[in-house]
């Protein structure tokens, strides 16, 4: 399966030249310019974010959350000289963010919103039940980063063990312990049995 | 072809219909009594952001919300790593190879200010003015890390308010406070830096409660969480009732760290001063064991034994 694609530079967004997308007066009037088309290519960016952190979260909504703190981030700080490494740290921040607000929901165990949409990711690759989706998505991103790469490479993008095992360069023990090792995390902390869709034998 | 209007996300227009329309909703009071019932609880409701109905405005009122307590927490590392009593139990370094240094109390000042002129609106005006006052006190009245943390709990709730409190505390002498306020962290699925930092403070308020045995369980699972790292062989080593933890610990540090880094030298003076303190002192059977070790524990554990 193909990776994210690479984001162009985006260093246009930031010559007043060309319109100068993150100089502006009010964290509102850049987040209107750069909500309109995605022109900091936001999207693409997030996706090679998620993927590089092995993060389950909802492209869309860390696309919002980062919108706006790329606008709030360039009215305080100003326009950043290298856009890129910049636009990295708001979306690692934005992510970040989400995961800690999700833990804290789950904690107080507010109600989750009808659709369940921001946990789509947890329902689509654990088959757990909407219900459970936030607790899972917790759980998920308290594992460490090797795990949760290891785990979402095989029930996001569908990769078999031995797949991962020749990714990862580890004894193809080692990769297995590991995924068990995640998946009983999980399993612990939704107190449920995971769908199947888990691995099936390569679980061994 | 569609005019600029409606290439503009719907969202998006929301918000800017909604300009200065907003009832002032967040106001922040936290007074000292209810501070670390706050901090115990697990049920703390952030303020406001979910009354704001828009997508993209809750977005900017929880991002200038993060930024406020971004600066209020480190208003708590400054107290923290600066603090007389403090720095005996805090180590400014994050790993042997990443130093700590607080943020200078200026640049926090500029930061907030910057803060607030940016604020979008009425809504922050009663969290700013809070904030103000916690960073800007009356030489009386300086607040305490609790104080502030209780604050930062109630703009964005996290396990980083609780893990400063349970340090603060602990190098205030109510070690009874560490173990339910990092307790309330390690219940939760928190994150891998959260968990460390809560089992590394139990540790050291059980060495302190004299209770060692605790001290060196809550340790190993923060060894088990972190893997090799230098402060957690360190811990080890200092609480070690055994001759085996001792020795395997002092092996693993004789590996990783020299024994003139001054992770080791800081550290060392820092639980010399405790203990001279009578602060959490040695008992006489783990000075014994140090003595009787002294030839088998290398530099690195000898530096530390010293200390005994």
């Known amino acids: ?204 | 072809m569609a005019d600029s209007e409606q290439l503009v996300d719907p969202e998006l227009e929301g918000l800017l219909r909604e300009f200065s329309t907003r009832p002032r909703s967040v106001f922040l009071r936290s007074s000292r009594k209810d501070a670390m019932r706050i901090l115990r609880s697990s049920t703390n409701e952030p303020l406001s952001a979910l009354a704001v109905p828009d997508a993209l405005e809750r977005e900017l009122i929880t991002v200038h919300r993060a930024e406020l307590a971004e600066i209020l927490k480190q208003a708590c590392r400054n107290k923290l790593l600066k603090g007389e009593r403090e720095r005996l139990f805090v180590m400014r370094y994050r790993t042997a190879n990443e130093r700590v240094e607080p943020v200078p109390i200026q640049g926090l000042r500029d930061r907030f200010a910057l803060a607030d002129a940016r604020n979008p609106g009425e809504p922050w005006a009663g969290a700013t003015d809070a904030i103000e006052r916690a960073l800007f006190p009356q030489a009386s009245a300086e607040p305490s890390v609790l104080e502030l943390a209780a604050l930062g709990e109630r703009l964005v709730p996290g396990d980083s308010w609780r893990v400063m409190t349970a340090i603060d505390q602990l190098a205030n002498g109510n070690v009874e406070a560490v173990r339910p306020l990092c307790s309330a962290v390690l219940d939760g699925c928190a994150d891998v830096e959260s968990s460390l930092r809560a089992l590394e403070t139990i540790a050291m308020s059980e060495a302190i409660k004299q209770s060692p045995s605790r001290a060196l369980e809550a340790q190993s699972s923060a060894c088990a969480i972190k893997g090799d790292y230098p402060l957690g062989h360190i811990n080890l080593f200092l609480f070690a009732v055994d001759k085996r933890t001792a020795l395997g610990a002092a092996d693993r540090l004789e590996e990783s760290i020299a024994p003139d880094h001054p992770l080791v030298l800081e550290l060392s003076a820092a639980s010399r001063r405790r203990w001279t303190g009578n602060c959490g002192a040695p008992r006489a059977a783990a000075r014994v064991l140090a003595n009787e070790l002294k030839p088998a524990i290398g530099q690195v554990g000898g530096r530390l034994a010293s200390a005994f």
């Open chain 1, 1 to 204: 399966m193909p990776g994210p694609r690479f984001p162009r530079d985006g260093s246009d967004a930031l010559d007043p030249e060309q319109g100068g997308l993150l100089h502006g007066d009010s964290p509102r009037e850049v987040l209107l310019r750069i909500a309109n088309g995605d022109p900091l290519e936001l999207g693409p960016r997030v996706d090679a974010h998620l993927a590089e952190e092995g993060l389950m979260l909802t492209p869309r909504r860390v696309q919002l959350r980062a919108l706006a703190a790329v606008a709030y981030a360039a009215c305080a700080q100003g326009a950043p000289l290298d856009l890129g490494p910049w636009l990295r740290m708001r979306i690692r921040e934005s992510a970040t963010a989400l995961i800690d607000e999700d833990r804290e929901a789950e904690r107080r165990n507010a109600p989750l919103a009808p659709d369940s949409a921001h946990f789509l990711p947890m329902i689509a690759a654990f088959g757990v039940e909407p219900g459970l989706a936030r607790r899972t998505s917790v759980a998920f991103h308290s594992l460490p980063v090797p795990r949760r790469l290891l785990l979402r490479g095989i029930v996001q993008e569908g990769r078999s063990l031995a797949e991962m095992t020749q990714e990862l360069r580890r004894p193809v023990e080692e990769t297995r312990a590991e995924l068990r090792a995640a998946v009983e995390s999980l399993e612990r902390a939704i107190g449920a049995r995971l769908s199947e869709r888990l691995g099936g034998e390569d679980r061994g």
